[in-house]
T-cell receptor
Framework: QKEVEQNSGPLSVPEGAIASLNCTYS??????FFWYRQYSGKSPELIMS????GDKEDGRFTAQLNKASQYVSLLIRDSQPSDSATYLC??????????????FGTGTRLLVSP | EAQVTQNPRYLITVTGKKLTVTCSQN?????MSWYRQDPGLGLRQIYY???????DKGDVPEGYKVSRKEKRNFPLILESPSPNQTSLYFC??????????????FGPGTRLTVL
């Protein structure tokens, strides 16, 4: 079983819609959760981080964390064609590994059509 | 401008021909690491370094070497590249070992093809 799982997509949404990206993780002791956006051939860019259960909003982005279900999601409201990218979920597995360890999912490709 | 640079950005080589991918950061960061990214496998850590002369293996170190003789540089060495090392490589740096993820900078990536 992969440590961090994401649906590879592509997830296709029309412009202006809400895109919902999902991620599950296997290590119940995981502490920190991150979403990266990666345009094709470019480096990952951190867009959201979340550390406690519930929602965290930043502009059009909302991260949601449910530790009991080992589930983290990213909602993108009012999706724009410029949001078309691959979204990587990353998890810090737990206190034993310190902050040096990040486990990445394989990413979900999002396509926003005009 | 704070940045991580990698060279070369693109490289096509042949099996067995030694190569080095350079990584340099101008932020005086102690912690640096190398990742490879492959379709269906995501980003995986190859090696990391907590400071000068301190390096350790990540999740997929086989076939790679690193060195950290200076704080700013962290080269990735492939002594005898093989086709399964064809990948997109990223260098990353953070201020220090325990610094938070949002202080991590990624380099622009190096696309390596081994024929």
């Amino acid at each position: 079983q992969k440590e961090v799982e994401q649906n590879s997509g592509p997830l296709s949404v029309p412009e202006g819609a809400i895109a919902s990206l999902n991620c599950t993780y296997s290590d119940r002791g995981s502490q920190s959760f991150f979403w990266y956006r990666q345009y094709s051939g470019k480096s990952p860019e951190l867009i959201m981080s979340i550390y406690s259960n519930g929602d965290k909003e930043d502009g059009r982005f909302t991260a949601q964390l449910n530790k009991a279900s080992q589930y983290v999601s990213l909602l993108i409201r009012d999706s724009q064609p410029s949001d078309s990218a691959t979204y990587l979920c990353a998890v810090n597995p737990g206190p034993d590994t310190g902050f040096q360890k990040l486990v990445f999912g394989t990413g979900t490709r999002l396509l926003v059509s005009p | 401008e704070a940045q991580v640079t990698q060279n070369p950005r693109y490289l096509i080589t042949v099996t067995g021909k030694k190569l080095t991918v350079t990584c340099s950061q101008n932020m005086n960061h102690e912690y640096m690491s190398w990742y490879r990214q492959d379709p269906g496998l995501g980003l995986r850590q190859i090696y990391y370094s907590m400071n000068v002369e301190v390096t350790d293996k990540g999740d997929v170190p086989e076939g790679y070497k690193v060195s950290r003789k200076e704080k700013r540089n962290f080269p990735l060495i492939l002594e005898s590249p093989s086709p399964n090392q064809t990948s997109l490589y990223f260098c990353a740096s953070r201020p220090y070992f325990g610094s938070p993820v949002n202080e991590q900078f990624f380099g622009p990536g190096t696309r390596l093809t081994v024929l």
